[in-house]
């Protein structure tokens, strides 16, 4: 068992002795072989876990891109519905003025003719 990660040789173990002789390196200022391999082996693992990361912040800002695709198709089809409901209100409520308009003409055509007099 490792003093601090876990087994020696699990990756958590290699990381905590990394950790250690970095630590230990960087204070004494003195690299022993041991301590330098120690410390390029820790590198390495910040270097996988900084890909593995970057690798998982672009597959999740992919999926994320798919999803507002497909928000923006839904929405611009709703889009698209809402003026289509809209033109056939305002075709039916001009239609229903042009009638009343007819109407009102039609009853009192003989003011209509004095108003155009005047």
């Given at each position: 068992q490792?003093?601090?990660?876990?087994?020696?040789?699990s990756a958590r173990g290699h990381l905590a002795a990394a950790g250690r002789a970095w630590r230990k390196a960087s204070s004494a200022r003195t690299l022993q072989p041991r301590t330098r391999a120690a410390a390029s082996a820790g590198a390495t693992l910040g270097v996988w876990r900084r890909q593995a990361v970057r690798r998982r912040v672009a597959r999740r800002a992919e999926e994320e891109e798919v999803d507002l695709e497909a928000r923006f198709a839904k929405?611009?089809?709703?889009?698209?519905?809402?003026?289509?409901?809209?033109t056939q209100e305002l075709d039916a409520r001009g239609a229903a003025l042009a009638e009343?308009?007819?109407?009102?003409?039609?009853?009192?055509?003989?003011?209509?003719?004095?108003?155009?007099?005047?």
């Amino acid at each position: 068992q490792g003093s601090q990660g876990g087994p020696p040789h699990s990756a958590r173990g290699h990381l905590a002795a990394a950790g250690r002789a970095w630590r230990k390196a960087s204070s004494a200022r003195t690299l022993q072989p041991r301590t330098r391999a120690a410390a390029s082996a820790g590198a390495t693992l910040g270097v996988w876990r900084r890909q593995a990361v970057r690798r998982r912040v672009a597959r999740r800002a992919e999926e994320e891109e798919v999803d507002l695709e497909a928000r923006f198709a839904k929405l611009d089809e709703e889009l698209d519905d809402l003026k289509e409901k809209l033109t056939q209100e305002l075709d039916a409520r001009g239609a229903a003025l042009a009638e009343r308009v007819d109407e009102l003409l039609a009853r009192a055509p003989v003011r209509a003719v004095r108003v155009e007099e005047e």
